[in-house]
């Protein structure tokens, strides 16, 4: 497996963008891989849609997915320069701002649209602080040590989801911003429940606890895709860094989140089963 993503990651990038076209003809009439929680998920996103809309959805977004496959497993040998040229930030005054110069911690929130990896990449090599990425551990250990190298490339130290609040506090005073892929399922019980893309769901509540405890500003980073290969950041301010009405922050991200979907739905990861936890029961007194 090694030997094959080494050479999948040297390939031109025409040769590359040409396996992704022949990966998403398997996946997509062959082994329909996932096709229909990718209709559901559209089909509840977007009902106001007409079938063919969801339809032309459906298509771009398996393109999308395998392009964003290779473009990930090139990732681990491009250049900085190359994700200098391939990753736009709009606004990074708003970043400058918000850190202070880069002198203070910022958390970063995305979700899994565009090329989120990509956009770590470009991130430490035009920002003059570390980008340190939280993880949610894979099952599978060779992919596990995979994309941990890959994202520590340039410097970026990635936290592991259930150890990064003691990562984050024993480093509070390190410069250094820190970016979570905060649209990942939640925890059935204990989880920030609210619609999102008309169903409900849950968020893990670690970001609202961490700008909390550091008091910190908090800023949405959107991706979006311009052309194949290219992408354009633009950073969304979510808090200020004072005190917010409990579960204020996780409900304007998810706002922000379904927002920037709909911009651009087809570079979104509808292949995720996002939605198949259900929420809790509520018990309900004096009823018989």
């Known amino acids: 497996m090694k030997l094959l993503l080494s050479i999948l990651a040297a390939l031109p990038e025409r040769v590359a963008y040409f396996v992704a076209d022949v990966l998403y003809l398997l996946a997509f009439y062959l082994f329909r891989y996932r096709r229909a929680t990718v209709r559901e998920n559209l089909l509840h996103a977007f009902p106001e849609k007409t079938d063919e809309e ?3 959805i459906e298509k771009a977004s398996y393109k999308h997915l395998l392009s964003l496959l290779m473009e990930i497993i090139r990732s681990t040998k491009m250049s900085e320069e190359e994700f200098n040229d391939r990753v ?3 606004n990074l005054d708003l970043m400058e701002t918000a850190t202070e110069g880069y002198e203070k911690q910022v958390i970063i ?6 090329n989120w990896e990509w956009m770590l990449h470009g991130a430490m090599a035009q920002m003059p602080v570390s980008v340190d990425p939280v993880y949610k551990k894979l099952h599978n250990e060779f992919w596990q040590e995979y994309m941990l190298s ?4 340039f410097g970026a130290s990635p936290m592991a989801l259930d150890q990064v609040g003691r990562e984050v506090l024993r480093g509070r005073k390190k410069k250094r911003l820190i970016v979570m892929l905060a649209d990942q399922a939640g925890p059935r019980d ?8 008309n ?5 893990y509540r670690g970001a609202e606890k961490l700008a909390q405890a550091l008091k910190v500003r908090v800023l949405f980073a959107q991706c979006r895709r311009v052309e194949l290969g290219r992408y354009e950041v633009e ?9 917010m009405e409990e579960e204020r922050l996780l409900e304007n991200y998810v706002r922000f989140a379904e927002r920037v979907i709909a911009q651009q739905p087809e570079t979104y990861l509808w292949t995720n089963r996002r ?3 259900k929420p809790p029961k509520v018990e309900t007194e004096g009823v018989s």
Do not use: Y
Not at 150 to 153: D, E, H, Q
Not at 190 to 197: I, P
Not at 199 to 203: D, I
Not at 235 to 243: A, I, K
């Open 199 to 203: 169903r409900p769901a849950s968020f």
């Open 190 to 197: 204990g989880g920030f429940w609210t619609d999102f893309l």
């Open 150 to 153: 890959a994202r520590s490339r």
């Open 235 to 243: 950073f969304h301010e979510l808090n200020d860094g004072s005190p």
């Open 54 to 56: 969801r339809d032309a």
């Open 109 to 114: 929130l995305l979700i899994h649209q565009g």
């Open 88 to 90: 736009r930030f709009s």
């Open 275 to 277: 939605w198949k936890k």
